[in-house]
């Protein structure tokens, strides 16, 4: 069992940063692989970014590469967002998940056996 727990959302203009922590409790966080999704008002959840085990490698839908970075720490059981030159379109409630998957990258809901409840970010125009 897993439990996630996220932080760091909030309010900033088009063009800013934030940074989305995401602290996990359980076993065995580091075997896990851990992912980023998001949901906006009236449209289904989608994939953000997912990274590795290891921290070692990671994987972005193509609306985040260049802006976005996912690291973890498994020391410190946490996985982050970096999000920079944010715009009004990645509005959205954002979601960390864990997923046992480690032979492709995950990038569907069904892949994912734990989440979190969710961190508002809101960018304004």
């Known amino acids: 069992q897993v439990q996630l727990v996220e932080s760091g959302g909030g309010l900033v203009q088009a063009g800013g940063s934030l940074r989305l922590s995401c602290a996990a409790s359980?076993?065995?966080?580091?075997?896990?692989?851990m992912g980023w999704f998001r949901q906006a008002p009236g449209k289904e959840r989608e994939y953000v970014a997912v990274?590795?085990?290891?921290?070692?490698?990671?994987d972005y839908a193509d609306f985040v590469k260049g802006r976005f970075a996912i690291s973890r720490d498994n020391d410190k059981n946490t996985v982050s967002l970096q999000m920079n030159y944010l715009k009004p379109e990645d509005t959205a409630e954002y979601y960390c998940?864990?997923?046992?998957?480690?032979?492709?990258?995950?990038?569907?809901?069904?892949?994912?056996?734990?989440w979190g409840q969710g961190t508002q970010v809101t960018v304004s125009s």
């Open positions: 359980g076993r065995f966080f580091s075997t896990y692989t």
């Open positions: 990274i590795d085990r290891d921290g070692d490698s990671s």
């Open positions: 998940a864990a997923s046992p998957t480690n032979w492709r990258w995950p990038k569907l809901i069904d892949d994912y056996h734990y």
